[in-house]
T-cell receptor, first 115, second 109 residues
Framework: EAGVAQSPRYKIIEKRQSVAFWCNPISGHATLYWYQQILGQGPKLLIQFQNNGVVDDSQLPKDRFSAERLKGVDSTLKIQPAKLEDSAVYLC?????????????FGNGTRLTVT | KQEVTQIPAALSVPEGENLVLNCSFTDSAIYNLQWFRQDPGKGLTSLLL?????REQTSGRLNASLDKSSGRSTLYIAASQPGDSATYLC????????FGSGTRLSIRP
């Protein structure tokens, strides 16, 4: 099966600019996650979708981050305006369901550098 | 608040050794625990998923155990190989999905 696809792989922007990341989950996976992974740390959940509804966005900095999953398939994560501390790898993952009994499948991530 | 801790942060062993990676979590109401491998510049690859009703899972040279009462999980790697070098992360699913910071494993040829 095709894996989780993410683009772009790398992005360099200046602070206060905006950026968007795209994710296409594995076909048939109802649950989609966006994680932020800062160097040397484990991934931190930003937002979790079940189909096109938000299940958990408690750790999403909503003043600058937004995410959507139209039609319950692809998803985009946007940062506007970016700050230096947003430099990280942004990982998208999907799973068959959200009852925590199916494994997470991750994309290769987008490495964001904010200068 | 659920916390997931992994010890040690880094480990270097010679090829062929058996080794154990540790993961501890604070919320005993965990649904499942998953071990991942992350290679540099890559996403995470699921290795083993232990559901709350299970005690352990095995895949090839890997064995993961889960003890909810003590809040611990271990990943056992038998006969380590240089290709096992990577960062290993554990993830606990309770009310939230929380990752540990990982153990960076280096297998010396």
């Amino acid at each position: 099966e095709a894996g989780v696809a993410q683009s772009p792989r790398y992005k360099i922007i200046e602070k206060r600019q905006s950026v968007a990341f795209w994710c296409n989950p594995i076909s048939g996976h109802a649950t989609l996650y966006w994680y932020q992974q800062i160097l040397g740390q484990g991934p931190k959940l930003l937002i979790q979708f079940q189909n096109n509804g938000v299940v958990d966005d408690s750790q999403l900095p909503k003043d600058r981050f937004s995410a959507e999953r139209l039609k319950g398939v692809d998803s985009t994560l946007k940062i506007q305006p970016a700050k230096l501390e947003d430099s990280a790898v942004y990982l998208c993952a999907s799973s068959l369901d959200w009852f925590f009994n199916s494994p997470l499948h991750f994309g290769n991530g987008t490495r964001l550098t904010v200068t | 608040k659920q916390e997931v801790t992994q010890i040690p942060a880094a480990l270097s062993v010679p090829e062929g050794e058996n080794l154990v990676l540790n993961c501890s979590f604070t919320d005993s109401a965990i649904y499942n625990l998953q071990w991942f491998r992350q290679d540099p510049g890559k996403g995470l690859t699921s290795l083993l998923l232990i559901q709350s009703s299970q005690r352990e899972q095995t895949s090839g040279r890997l064995n993961a155990s889960l003890d909810k009462s003590s809040g611990r999980s271990t990943l056992y790697i038998a006969a380590s190989q240089p290709g096992d070098s990577a960062t290993y992360l554990c993830e606990g699913s309770a009310s939230k999905i929380i990752f540990g910071s990982g153990t960076r494993l280096s297998i010396r040829p």
